[in-house]
């Protein structure tokens, strides 16, 4: 047994039982706050699938550290493992019963990235990673696609919840890759965003404003299917979730160029 597997195996279900919650309840009453804007909602389900999440990594793991996105983490300097949580991705989707959203859990060893999950519940679909050990649906191994040219690619991408206010609102670099790719989607999920990149599903997806939780398993996912992830400029901050670029790695640089033009 690798040193991942049992830290896999209970992030695994840890994902499955709160998916499993996010079935339950979806397109049933819900309720539902705003937090840092009118447009950021979070409802009784987020936080319930936190709970669970945080409850079973204590109850295994007691001296690792957590980063959730709804404020229940706690913090553990000097601790080898950090989980980086988000708990419901795709709250909106959720919100409206858009059957869109899943359960994003990335494991960050000696602060980097090493163990990526990503739930869908609805598809029933569980995609995973561990680094240098390659990306899985459901056991069976994803790979990114192979296209090469940017105006046959696919791509996905997301806006911020600033967005009422801010003027950097990604509307620039949306019309500009609307011209450049064969078409855009903008389907309110980052980690699903991601984990379809890895699958060959979209061939890149970008997005500005993230957290840590939006990308921390998607990116090692899409890494291990053979893409590649990065920020704007093509360096490594993008764990950070402040610029995101992710792609089959044959589209990257093309991407790149499209936000360096339209910046
Ligand atoms: C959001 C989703 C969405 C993205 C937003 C994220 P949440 O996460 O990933 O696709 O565009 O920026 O914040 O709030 O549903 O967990
Ligand atoms: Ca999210
Ligand atoms: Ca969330």
Known sequence: MTEAAPILELARRLAREAGAIQKQRYATELEIETKS???DLVTDVDRACEALIVDGITAARPGDAILAEEGSGIDQPGALLRWIIDPLDGTTNYAHAYPRFCVSIGIFRNAEPWIGVVYDPLLDELYEAVRGEGALCNGEPLRVSPERDLSRGLLATGFAYDRRKSEQ???TQFAAFLKAARALRRDGSAALDLCYVAAGRLDGYWEFKLQPW???AGCLIVEEAGGRTSDAEGGASHW???????????????MLDVLRRNA
């Open 169 to 171: 609102d990604n509307i």
């Open 240 to 254: 950070s979730g402040r610029a995101v670029v992710a792609s089959n790695g044959a589209l990257h640089e093309a």
């Open 37 to 39: 804007a009118a447009v």
């Open 214 to 216: 939006d990308v921390a």
